[in-house]
């Protein structure tokens, strides 16, 4: 048996408890004061608050997003190394990152990262009952007359994956892979924070 054009979604472990603290400081000092992004969030009927339609200079304004870059440049190095991309004259530039806090009922409805060839988010706050993230299989729209799958299908053969963040981790994929928030089933504050990286030519 042969398991051919597989979808790697990475799951890393940032293992920096004081960093997700003072992630989690500055992202409520954020939501306090980013009068554009909470007209944004209101005009779109988001539920919570989001910087991704207001600022594009996080890591240049905190020294706590500076350093979480830090991390991320790593991670996204790794995730081009093990998908095998010929990397020669190019370099992964982190060309979007920003916050999001979901409360009840809160969720992110289906889409895709256009422009952009790797995608994540790392997980400040996940308290229980928050919305999981859910994965959609890419060859769905060609599946026409297959099946439906047994209901105990093991999650690699599923057309759906619904995954559980992990506070102080960061999941990665590529950033055509469709996915979703579902929604929050409580009013804790779900925190985290978005980024994607694009290809720079390096000559």
């Known amino acids: 048996m042969r398991i051919l054009f597989a979808t790697r979604i990475e799951e890393l472990p940032i293992g920096a408890p004081a960093l997700r603290e003072g992630l989690e400081r500055c992202t409520w000092s954020l939501a306090a004061d980013d009068a554009a992004g909470n007209a944004w969030c209101e ?9 991704y339609a207001s600022l594009d200079d996080l890591p240049q304004r905190f020294p706590e997003f500076a350093e979480l870059k830090k991390h991320l440049d790593k991670a996204a190095g790794k995730f081009a190394k093990d998908h095998h991309w010929d990397m020669e ?49 890419p060859r769905l729209p060609m599946m026409m007359a297959a099946p439906q799958l047994l209901a105990d299908a093991p999650e690699e053969a599923r057309r759906f994956v619904y995954l559980q963040p992990r506070e102080d981790h960061c999941l990665l994929w590529e950033s055509w ?12 504050a779900r925190i985290s924070v978005s980024f994607n990286y694009a290809l720079k030519r390096t000559g």
């Open 43 to 51: 005009a779109e009927g988001y539920d919570g608050y989001t910087s």
């Open 89 to 137: 004259g190019l370099s992964l530039s982190l060309d979007a990152i920003w916050v999001n806090i979901l409360g009840e009922g809160g969720h992110h409805s289906g889409h895709i990262h256009p422009g952009s060839v790797i995608s994540g988010t790392y997980y400040v706050a996940v308290p229980e009952g928050s919305g999981r993230i859910k994965f959609e299989d």
């Open 177 to 188: 892979l469709r996915h979703e928030v579902m929604p929050s089933q409580t009013e804790e």
